[in-house]
């Protein structure tokens, strides 16, 4: 269905007029109510009185997890006083990144991820399983106010507890899984070792996103559950899922524009690119409160579309995630940077500035193990102090990125060297 029919079909120019009312009114507010902001729209010699309209957007300044990180927590933020709720998502090294909703974001968080799952093809009164976490990832509970705000039957199993996951699916027989696409492949194995047939599951509609997932994961899961499988995406920085939704027709994500504004540029020049070409996906938060942002680079990479789907919305597509423009790797769901588990090495007396981070997909989980050159020393060690040495490693990258890991502790000089940029990652998974 479509949820909200005056905006997702609405004419180019319509739209166009919505967009330039909301982004005068937003920069006339981050001058008057954001320290931050003031400051980069001075050092940018842009005052609001300059921004006309949408087309104006270009003058304005780049936002990047940077600027949310050197403020942390509460620096960026516009409304602090009426934040009704705080998500975390992990930053590089040291401080996460935090966002906060006003009660007003919320409701604005509700509707787009509404119109999302009209999208995928829910309707008023069905049941939905939430197998995204709940807590402080954005996963559980956005897609939790949308389905309240469709009228859903919630299941909020949140992630993990596999067996439970399914028995509830067999007994209650919902129509909507939301998940990691990874999770959804995960849930096959148990199911089968449960006696379940995959095939005959209740599950006809499958709301997957938060990592990267390619056309053949996407058969894999429509073959085996017997489902329709859509991508929905969306970041914490501008509002966690939410942002862009697949239809049916599975050709490209039909982006909120009214309230998250689009561009994709060229990650060297921050010009725009053609429209088709890739580049990075930038979004301006149009309506937001809590905490507005201005030209934010996501960092992933996408082309877009204006063309009307055949669905009948007029919304612009991206393509499906295409890459990243810095190293994050996704491991289950989780964001994790080099950089992160560099810090942790460094405060580890024995361990060398040398690793590499092999990722490999082990069924439907992603693996992470982390190779560390050691000192001599440690390694002339015994068999049982290397052993512990190990553990002492493992735990300490464990705390900060909060996935299991393994660690393989190797000689002096094993890893390869490189005289430019060092290669960090090999990364095996084939998705
Ligand atoms: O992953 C929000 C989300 C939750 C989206 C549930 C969809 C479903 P973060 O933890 O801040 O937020 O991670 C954001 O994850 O910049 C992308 O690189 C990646 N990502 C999110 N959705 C997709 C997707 C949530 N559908 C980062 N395909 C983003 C590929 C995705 N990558």
């Not at 093809?121 to 996963?139: K, N, R, S, V």
């Not at 148990?190 to 997932?213: C, H, N, Q, T, Y």
């Not at 859509?230 to 994500?253: F, M, N, R, W």
């Not at 082309?303 to 919305?313: E, F, S």
């Amino acid at each position: 269905m479509i949820w909200n029919e005056k905006v997702e079909c609405a004419q180019r120019r319509k739209i166009e007029d919505i967009q330039s009312q909301y982004l005068r009114k937003l920069v006339r507010h981050l001058w008057d109510n954001n320290v931050v902001y003031k400051r980069k729209l001075e050092a940018a010699g842009v005052m609001p009185r300059a921004i006309k309209g949408i087309h104006d957007i270009r003058k304005l300044p780049f936002t990047t997890k940077e600027d949310l990180r050197d403020n942390y927590p509460f620096g960026i933020f516009s409304d602090l006083r009426n934040t009704a709720e705080i998500h975390v998502s992990s930053g590089t090294t040291g401080n996460p990144t935090v966002v906060g909703y006003t009660k007003e974001d919320l409701k604005l968080w509700a509707e787009v991820i509404a119109r999302c799952l009209g999208c995928a093809g829910a309707e008023p009164g069905d049941m939905i399983q939430i197998a995204y976490g709940y807590g402080l990832f954005t996963g559980g509970l956005g897609l939790h106010y949308g389905s309240l705000e469709m009228g859903l039957k919630i299941l909020p199993t949140s992630s993990g507890q596999t067996r439970r996951q399914l028995k509830l699916m067999a007994d209650f027989k919902p129509r909507i899984l939301a998940c990691t696409p990874s999770y959804a492949i995960y849930m096959l194995d148990e199911a089968k070792a449960m006696g379940l047939d995959p095939r005959a599951s209740s599950w006809e509609i499958g709301v997957f996103g938060a990592e990267p997932w390619s056309e053949s994961m996407r058969r894999e899961i429509e073959n085996s559950w017997n489902m329709l499988a859509t991508d929905i995406y969306g970041l914490s920085e501008i509002i966690g899922p939410g942002v862009a939704q697949e239809c049916k027709h599975k050709s490209g994500l039909h982006l909120n524009w009214d309230v998250f504004f689009p561009e994709v540029i060229d990650p060297r020049t921050g010009e725009a690119v053609r429209e088709g070409e890739r580049g990075e996906l930038v979004v301006t938060t149009l309506t937001k409160r809590g905490i507005p942002l201005l030209r934010y680079r996501t960092r992933d990479i996408v082309t877009i579309n204006y063309a009307r789907c055949k669905c009948g919305r007029t919304t612009p597509r991206i393509s499906k995630i295409l890459g990243r423009t810095d190293d994050m790797l996704i491991i289950r769901g989780i964001n994790v940077f080099p950089s992160q588990i560099e810090h942790v090495l460094l405060g580890i007396e024995g361990t060398m500035p040398h690793y590499l981070l092999v990722v490999e997909r082990e069924g439907a989980m992603d693996q992470l193990e982390v190779w560390v050159e050691v000192d001599q020393r440690v390694f002339s060690d015994e068999i049982k102090e290397l052993r512990s040495f190990e553990t002492k490693v493992r735990k300490a990258i464990e705390d900060i990125l909060g996935i299991e890991v393994k660690v393989k502790l190797v000689e002096p000089k094993t890893i390869e060297r490189s005289e430019g940029k060092a290669k960090r990652v090999l990364d095996k998974r084939i998705i």
